[in-house]
């Protein structure tokens, strides 16, 4: 099957902890055969001193093989326990490691590549889809291995007493193996392979509910929503109902199996013993051993129906590995004195729709340009190609005249204090937010930029103060509320080329007007490109050019 | 940006943890009510099925004692070994039963929960779920009821078996042999009560593994919806290192809770064989001879093997049921935050509920799209008033302007009109009779086509009808040019849309739907010129189509389609007459 080579990377993966998987393994199989043991001693040896009664002589050696049970008893406990902890410790150690890992890679992603996924699908990924992974080893790999081991063994065991047995064990068990694996695999392969996307849509459903229940009510349109939602969470209980019978039957077919061979291993015992082949005891101790070393695809059925969950899940974060190279380049070290910034003949495309081509823009050192522009026109495009969010497809950026194409993001935007359209908030504390800024602000450094937004007094009214949560992306606070504090943060930072797009939207008049005045103090001395869609919602700029949309992307035009 | 505390502050304080669980697990037990067929069928499957292995082993003693002691023919046993197959067969024909009705139990438990849920989401409103992570809410509703399927399918009906198969195959063992019956029942007693103190810590453990999942869940959405602002602020290494020591966090709680559920399953699993080896060992013994003492004398090898074969399936039950232990542990922590989100919180007590339902209330005088308040007053639990008291009423058609500095209660107002929350004191009048539009600066975009938004609303409309709201609305050229029409995919977050597209669905919706009253939270916020021509053109034709339209607004053009203004000041109404001034200040 093709599609398991999605296992491959993650395979990788586990190969880096061979050590620990390896003796983890080891733990397992100590496990079988510790109640191997346990159940075929006892069996010979209530058989033995059976026929020892019956016997004449009446003698038998009690000892030995009494301490032997008593050492299989207490081996397959302890055994069993260290197995667990050791292999479940191995297991969220990695999966941890995995989380980061994950994460470090989606934050190094360009803007326009994580646009491509909705925010609550890259969640997913770092929760459940790496979790369903855990079944990789523990359910899937060492199971089956440890039952092929153990059978393999106690096959060859049985054929030192009794050839035959050790064939019908071999004939019985490996294709019983077989279905428990690979034919569960494929028989619950489309049930589970669909089920991760299915619970997934649920949740999207659910969070649409959610953030989207002010339009609903009102709306009255809750009903039709929850009609999209049952129909999901229907078709989702479908597909466990249909893996839960799949994997019920599998069980039928394991059980069945595992009690015919050793019915089998008992009546070849039979009439081996009545041939004289083997004694009564060994004859016994095989059947039970039989069923003893069966145990271990006992929940084969279970882990294989889900195999397509966890190659589901192993794709998707394949699919999150394949996404573009970070962006790179050499470490910006020039000083803090206000920069150019110059768009040479730049191009972009959103997929077919050109957004610029051939666009020129120069900013010199300190200056204030202002962009006018409809929504969706391209000016957050503009802002974000000088924070190289994204390369452009041609012309290039250059900041104080360096091509930022071969400049390193991190210390590109450490020189840039840029307020985006969206104030994106953090669920954390007010004081958090801010100095997300700036992390060595004191106190006074954010009351004080509080009090340049005109947000001290709230800020001095609210109970817990800075400390004050705002909620997940700042819902607590009002559109206007957030914008400030989200504009506080920029201002923080205190960088000699600054862009604010839209800063003041969502105010009234009066607070916009003397923030207005705060900016316009403020941008003394720095470079600056300010986005809107009004010249009257921006602060004062030397230059205001307006973008419009032209026959190839959208054109400046200097008013 | 430490960890969050999401729900620190919201889990009832004044419950005790003992009094917690005691309402999680009387909440569980409710919920198996509607179940109880599918229960009995899957207790009752387990039971034949404990039959069958206890005649398949007694048929495999027999078989082997008459052909190892009475030195018999396969040929004279092929009654026992026909009996020992239909034993198998029975036995997996009813393990499979089992399964399959244990299945249909929590399958059917979760649709019931998931529905109480949305329900209860709705009770909340939409203003108290905003201080709510939605995402840690999806996880309530999906993952956390997910995890209560196992105490259904598998942990109850087993609880019931393991109580019931011991005894019998006790009562058989007893006939055979009282003083084997004796050993095991020495061990019986001791594993429920180990597994009892074991239990009650993992059960512990298991919450605040829960509590973990939701709160890791909630961090990672919120870091990775701001990942371009925490690029921007060169924060990406920081809050890897972040995420990494959450997660890191994560597995060591897991680990704390497996180690002792592991445990139980150890001592368990170490009384069963230790019962086991003893049993061998008495029979072994009580064969030879050794023993004088009691029935020993009266076992041969059929008794001995019987009683051998049961002893382990003597255990099985119970240690299937402590392999199951777990999912009771994860039902209750899962029922833990099920129940505090079922149930009503403080906030909500300290509002007078119900007191106007404005649906209940709606008086029947009140023409659709009109609204009354009289003497209505608005306070948080614990802060100041926000507004009030204050009387409004709003006739049918009429266009009301709301205008104020941001955080001055606007929004607070239109929520009251729209019911999402009720007053503190006096009334709220509204006919919700067909519906109220509601526009405000986030529109909810859902996963699905174009044409799936816009029905959400108005689920019969043509698509004629979808393609003149959404001209109407300024989206015609938009329209146009989308590659699927009418069924271009949309997604989650408006992700394909601008900010201004978005904001004319939502306007879409407004003319799509039968509403006579269009509630509008800064609709224009945000909008360039010309797309907020389209939307205020787009509203002077609402409310030329007689419909009432009450906004909070700063946009000089919208003031002025208004047939009044009312400035929101300290939480008081107070009418601007449409002069001049009031243009001034604005543009």
Same mark, same amino acid.
């Given at each position: 099957?093709?599609?398991?080579?999605?296992?491959?990377?993650? $395979?990788?993966?586990? !190969?880096?902890?061979?050590?620990? #998987?390896?003796?983890?393994?080891?733990?397992? +199989? *100590?496990? =079988? /055969?510790?109640?191997?043991?346990?159940?075929?001693?006892?069996?010979?040896?209530?058989?033995?001193?059976?026929?020892?009664?019956?016997?004449?002589?009446?003698?038998?050696?009690?000892?030995?093989?009494?301490?032997?049970?008593?050492?299989?008893?207490?081996?397959?406990?302890?055994?069993?326990?260290?197995?667990?902890?050791?292999?479940?410790?191995?297991?969220?150690?990695?999966?941890?490691?995995?989380?980061?890992?994950?994460?470090?890679?989606?934050?190094?992603?360009?803007?326009?590549?994580?646009?491509?996924?909705?925010?609550?699908?890259?969640?997913?990924?770092?929760?459940?889809?790496?979790?369903?992974?855990?079944?990789?080893?523990?359910?899937?790999?060492?199971?089956?291995?440890?039952?092929?081991?153990?059978? $393999?063994?106690?096959? !060859?065991?049985?054929?030192?007493? #009794?050839?035959?047995?050790?064939?019908?064990? +071999? *004939?019985? =068990? /490996?294709?019983?193996?077989?279905?428990?694996?690979?034919?569960?695999?494929?028989?619950?392969?489309?049930?589970?392979?669909?089920?991760?996307?299915?619970?997934?849509?649920?949740?999207?459903?659910?969070?649409?509910?959610?953030?989207?229940?002010?339009?609903?009510?009102?709306?009255?349109?809750?009903?039709?929503?929850?009609?999209?939602?049952?129909?999901?969470?229907?078709?989702?209980?479908?597909?466990?109902?249909?893996?839960?019978?799949?994997?019920?039957?599998?069980?039928?077919?394991?059980?069945?199996?595992?009690?015919?061979?050793?019915?089998?291993?008992?009546?070849?015992?039979?009439?081996?013993?009545?041939?004289?082949?083997?004694?009564?005891?060994?004859?016994?101790?095989?059947?039970?051993?039989?069923?003893?070393?069966?145990?271990?695809?006992?929940?084969?059925?279970?882990?294989?129906?889900?195999?397509?969950?966890?190659?589901?899940?192993?794709?998707?974060?394949?699919?999150?590995?394949?996404?573009?190279?970070?962006?790179?380049?050499?470490?910006?070290?020039?000083?803090?004195?206000?920069?150019?910034?110059?768009?040479?003949?730049?191009?972009?495309?959103?997929?077919?729709?050109?957004?610029?081509?051939?666009?020129?823009?120069?900013?010199?050192?300190?200056?204030?340009?202002?962009?006018?522009?409809?929504?969706?026109?391209?000016?957050?495009?503009?802002?974000?190609?000088?924070?190289?969010?994204?390369?452009?497809?041609?012309?290039?950026?250059?900041?104080?005249?360096?091509?930022?194409?071969?400049?390193?993001?991190?210390?590109?935007?450490?020189?840039?204090?840029?307020?985006?359209?969206?104030?994106?908030?953090?669920?954390?504390?007010?004081?958090?937010?801010?100095?997300?800024?700036?992390?060595?602000?004191?106190?006074?450094?954010?009351?004080?930029?509080?009090?340049?937004?005109?947000?001290?007094?709230?800020?001095?009214?609210?109970?817990?103060?800075?400390?004050?949560?705002?909620?997940?992306?700042?819902?607590?606070?009002?559109?206007?509320?957030?914008?400030?504090?989200?504009?506080?943060?920029?201002?923080?930072?205190?960088?000699?080329?600054?862009?604010?797009?839209?800063?003041?939207?969502?105010?009234?008049?009066?607070?916009?007007?003397?923030?207005?005045?705060?900016?316009?103090?403020?941008?003394?001395?720095?470079?600056?490109?300010?986005?809107?869609?009004?010249?009257?919602?921006?602060?004062?700029?030397?230059?205001?050019?307006?973008?419009?949309?032209?026959?190839?992307?959208?054109?400046?035009?200097?008013? | 940006?430490?960890?969050?505390?999401?729900?620190?502050?919201?889990?009832?304080?004044?419950?005790?943890?003992?009094?917690?669980?005691?309402?999680?697990?009387?909440?569980?037990?409710?919920?198996?009510?509607?179940?109880?067929?599918?229960?009995?069928?899957?207790?009752?499957?387990?039971?034949?099925?404990?039959?069958?292995?206890?005649?398949?082993?007694?048929?495999?003693?027999?078989?082997?004692?008459?052909?190892?002691?009475?030195?018999?023919?396969?040929?004279?046993?092929?009654?026992?070994?026909?009996?020992?197959?239909?034993?198998?067969?029975?036995?997996?024909?009813?393990?499979?039963?089992?399964?399959?009705?244990?299945?249909?139990?929590?399958?059917?438990?979760?649709?019931?929960?998931?529905?109480?849920?949305?329900?209860?989401?709705?009770?909340?409103?939409?203003?108290?779920?905003?201080?709510?992570?939605?995402?840690?809410?999806?996880?309530?509703?999906?993952?956390?009821?997910?995890?209560?399927?196992?105490?259904?399918?598998?942990?109850?009906?087993?609880?019931?078996?393991?109580?019931?198969?011991?005894?019998?195959?006790?009562?058989?063992?007893?006939?055979?042999?009282?003083?084997?019956?004796?050993?095991?029942?020495?061990?019986?007693?001791?594993?429920?009560?180990?597994?009892?103190?074991?239990?009650?810590?993992?059960?512990?453990?298991?919450?605040?593994?829960?509590?973990?999942?939701?709160?890791?869940?909630?961090?990672?959405?919120?870091?990775?919806?701001?990942?371009?602002?925490?690029?921007?602020?060169?924060?990406?290494?920081?809050?890897?290192?972040?995420?990494?020591?959450?997660?890191?966090?994560?597995?060591?709680?897991?680990?704390?809770?497996?180690?002792?559920?592991?445990?139980?399953?150890?001592?368990?699993?170490?009384?069963?064989?230790?019962?086991?080896?003893?049993?061998?060992?008495?029979?072994?013994?009580?064969?030879?001879?050794?023993?004088?003492?009691?029935?020993?004398?009266?076992?041969?090898?059929?008794?001995?093997?019987?009683?051998?074969?049961?002893?382990?399936?003597?255990?099985?039950?119970?240690?299937?049921?402590?392999?199951?232990?777990?999912?009771?542990?994860?039902?209750?922590?899962?029922?833990?935050?099920?129940?505090?989100?079922?149930?009503?919180?403080?906030?909500?007590?300290?509002?007078?509920?119900?007191?106007?339902?404005?649906?209940?209330?709606?008086?029947?005088?009140?023409?659709?799209?009109?609204?009354?308040?009289?003497?209505?007053?608005?306070?948080?639990?614990?802060?100041?008033?926000?507004?009030?008291?204050?009387?409004?009423?709003?006739?049918?058609?009429?266009?009301?302007?709301?205008?104020?500095?941001?955080?001055?209660?606007?929004?607070?107002?239109?929520?009251?009109?729209?019911?999402?929350?009720?007053?503190?004191?006096?009334?709220?009048?509204?006919?919700?009779?067909?519906?109220?539009?509601?526009?405000?600066?986030?529109?909810?975009?859902?996963?699905?086509?174009?044409?799936?938004?816009?029905?959400?609303?108005?689920?019969?409309?043509?698509?004629?009808?979808?393609?003149?709201?959404?001209?109407?609305?300024?989206?015609?050229?938009?329209?146009?040019?989308?590659?699927?029409?009418?069924?271009?995919?949309?997604?989650?977050?408006?992700?394909?849309?601008?900010?201004?597209?978005?904001?004319?669905?939502?306007?879409?919706?407004?003319?799509?739907?039968?509403?006579?009253?269009?509630?509008?939270?800064?609709?224009?916020?945000?909008?360039?010129?010309?797309?907020?021509?389209?939307?205020?053109?787009?509203?002077?034709?609402?409310?030329?189509?007689?419909?009432?339209?009450?906004?909070?607004?700063?946009?000089?053009?919208?003031?002025?389609?208004?047939?009044?203004?009312?400035?929101?000041?300290?939480?008081?109404?107070?009418?601007?007459?449409?002069?001049?001034?009031?243009?001034?200040?604005?543009?």
């Amino acid at each position: 099957m093709k599609a398991l080579l999605s296992l491959r990377p993650w $395979l990788g993966v586990l !190969a880096e902890l061979r050590g620990r #998987l390896l003796l983890g393994a080891v733990l397992m +199989l *100590a496990t =079988l /055969l510790s109640a191997l043991g346990l159940l075929s001693l006892s069996g010979w040896f209530i058989t033995a001193t059976a026929i020892a009664a019956v016997s004449a002589s009446g003698y038998l050696d009690v000892f030995t093989p009494g301490s032997g049970i008593r050492f299989f008893a207490v081996s397959r406990t302890v055994s069993r326990y260290l197995e667990r902890l050791y292999n479940h410790d191995t297991i969220l150690r990695l999966l941890a490691d995995l989380r980061g890992r994950v994460f470090a890679r989606l934050v190094t992603l360009d803007a326009r590549t994580l646009a491509r996924a909705r925010a609550s699908q890259w969640l997913n990924r770092l929760t459940a889809d790496i979790d369903t992974l855990d079944n990789l080893y523990l359910r899937l790999l060492a199971p089956p291995l440890v039952a092929l081991i153990s059978i $393999l063994a106690f096959a !060859a065991f049985a054929a030192a007493f #009794l050839p035959i047995a050790g064939i019908v064990l +071999l *004939a019985i =068990l /490996l294709p019983l193996g077989l279905v428990a694996t690979a034919g569960c695999a494929w028989w619950g392969w489309r049930a589970s392979h669909r089920r991760v996307d299915r619970q997934e849509q649920l949740r999207v459903r659910a969070i649409e509910q959610v953030e989207g229940l002010a339009e609903l009510t009102s709306y009255r349109a809750l009903d039709a929503h929850r009609e999209l939602w049952h129909r999901e969470e229907r078709a989702l209980l479908d597909d466990q109902r249909r893996l839960g019978q799949r994997t019920a039957t599998g069980n039928l077919a394991v059980t069945v199996g595992i009690q015919l061979a050793t019915l089998a291993v008992l009546l070849l015992g039979l009439e081996a013993f009545r041939s004289g082949q083997v004694s009564g005891p060994v004859m016994v101790m095989l059947a039970l051993g039989t069923l003893a070393v069966s145990e271990g695809l006992g929940n084969l059925p279970m882990a294989f129906t889900q195999l397509g969950a966890t190659v589901r899940a192993a794709e998707r974060l394949n699919a999150q590995a394949e996404l573009k190279t970070p962006l790179t380049g050499e470490r910006l070290t020039s000083g803090g004195a206000a920069p150019s910034l110059d768009y040479r003949n730049v191009e972009v495309a959103h997929g077919a729709r050109v957004v610029f081509s051939g666009l020129s823009l120069s900013l010199a050192p300190g200056q204030r340009i202002g962009i006018i522009g409809a929504s969706g026109i391209g000016k957050s495009t503009l802002a974000q190609l000088a924070v190289r969010a994204f390369d452009p497809q041609g012309g290039h950026v250059e900041f104080d005249h360096r091509d930022i194409a071969g400049l390193a993001p991190d210390s590109l935007r450490a020189r840039i204090g840029y307020l985006t359209q969206r104030s994106e908030l953090f669920h954390d504390t007010l004081a958090a937010n801010l100095r997300m800024g700036d992390p060595d602000a004191s106190d006074a450094e954010l009351w004080a930029v509080l009090e340049s937004v005109e947000l001290e007094p709230w800020a001095r009214s609210l109970p817990d103060g800075l400390e004050t949560w705002v909620g997940e992306q700042g819902r607590q606070l009002s559109g206007g509320q957030a914008r400030r504090v989200a504009l506080a943060r920029v201002m923080l930072r205190n960088s000699p080329l600054v862009i604010l797009d839209e800063p003041l939207s969502g105010l009234d008049a009066e607070t916009a007007a003397s923030i207005k005045s705060a900016l316009d103090a403020w941008l003394a001395g720095r470079s600056a490109l300010l986005l809107g869609h009004d010249p009257q919602a921006l602060p004062t700029c030397d230059d205001c050019w307006r973008l419009m949309v032209g026959t190839t992307g959208s054109a400046l035009v200097q008013r | 940006m430490g960890p969050s505390r999401t729900n620190a502050s919201r889990t009832g304080a004044s419950r005790t943890g003992a009094s917690r669980t005691s309402a999680s697990r009387e909440w569980l037990k409710q919920q198996a009510a509607g179940v109880r067929p599918w229960y009995r069928g899957a207790v009752g499957c387990g039971l034949l099925a404990g039959l069958a292995t206890l005649i398949q082993m007694g048929a495999l003693a027999w078989v082997v004692d008459d052909v190892v002691s009475n030195q018999a023919t396969l040929g004279d046993v092929t009654l026992g070994v026909a009996l020992i197959v239909i034993a198998i067969a029975a036995r997996a024909l009813a393990q499979w039963g089992q399964e399959v009705c244990g299945q249909a139990c929590g399958l059917r438990v979760k649709q019931q929960v998931r529905a109480r849920l949305l329900v209860r989401l709705q009770q909340l409103g939409p203003v108290r779920l905003a201080s709510r992570h939605s995402a840690g809410l999806a996880s309530q509703l999906v993952d956390q009821v997910e995890s209560l399927e196992g105490y259904y399918s598998r942990f109850l009906p087993q609880m019931v078996l393991a109580a019931l198969i011991p005894l019998v195959y006790l009562v058989v063992v007893f006939w055979l042999n009282w003083l084997a019956a004796i050993w095991l029942l020495i061990a019986a007693p001791l594993i429920p009560l180990f597994m009892a103190l074991i239990g009650m810590g993992a059960q512990r453990l298991n919450e605040a593994q829960f509590q973990a999942v939701t709160r890791l869940s909630g961090h990672f959405l919120d870091r990775v919806r701001g990942i371009a602002t925490l690029q921007l602020f060169g924060l990406a290494e920081r809050s890897v290192e972040e995420i990494s020591e959450v997660a890191h966090d994560y597995r060591r709680r897991s680990l704390k809770t497996l180690r002792v559920a592991f445990l139980s399953s150890a001592v368990l699993e170490f009384f069963a064989a230790v019962s086991v080896a003893v049993v061998a060992i008495y029979i072994g013994l009580g064969l030879l001879g050794y023993i004088q003492y009691g029935p020993a004398e009266q076992l041969d090898l059929f008794s001995g093997l019987f009683i051998l074969l049961l002893a382990p399936e003597f255990f099985q039950p119970l240690r299937t049921l402590s392999q199951h232990y777990h999912d009771r542990a994860s039902a209750l922590g899962a029922a833990e935050g099920l129940v505090a989100l079922l149930e009503p919180d403080a906030d909500e007590e300290a509002t007078p509920a119900g007191s106007t339902r404005p649906d209940e209330t709606a008086s029947r005088e009140l023409t659709p799209g009109a609204v009354e308040l009289v003497n209505v007053e608005l306070r948080h639990a614990g802060r100041e008033r926000i507004l009030g008291p204050l009387s409004l009423r709003v006739d049918a058609g009429e266009v009301v302007a709301l205008i104020g500095p941001s955080g001055s209660g606007k929004s607070s107002l239109l929520q009251l009109i729209a019911g999402f929350i009720a007053p503190s004191a006096g009334r709220v009048e509204v006919r919700r009779d067909p519906a109220i539009a509601w526009l405000d600066q986030r529109p909810l975009i859902i996963q699905g086509t174009l044409a799936d938004n816009l029905r959400l609303v108005a689920p019969d409309a043509s698509d004629e009808a979808l393609r003149s709201a959404l001209t109407q609305a300024g989206l015609g050229q938009w329209l146009a040019s989308a590659p699927g029409g009418l069924e271009t995919p949309l997604g989650e977050r408006g992700v394909g849309l601008s900010g201004g597209e978005g904001q004319r669905l939502a306007l879409a919706r407004v003319f799509l739907s039968p509403a006579r009253l269009v509630l509008l939270d800064e609709p224009t916020a945000a909008l360039d010129p010309e797309t907020e021509q389209h939307v205020i053109a787009g509203l002077t034709q609402l409310a030329a189509s007689g419909r009432t339209l009450i906004v909070a607004t700063h946009h000089p053009a919208i003031m002025a389609m208004a047939g009044r203004v009312f400035a929101i000041e300290q939480g008081r109404l107070s009418r601007i007459e449409r002069s001049a001034d009031a243009r001034e200040t604005n543009s």
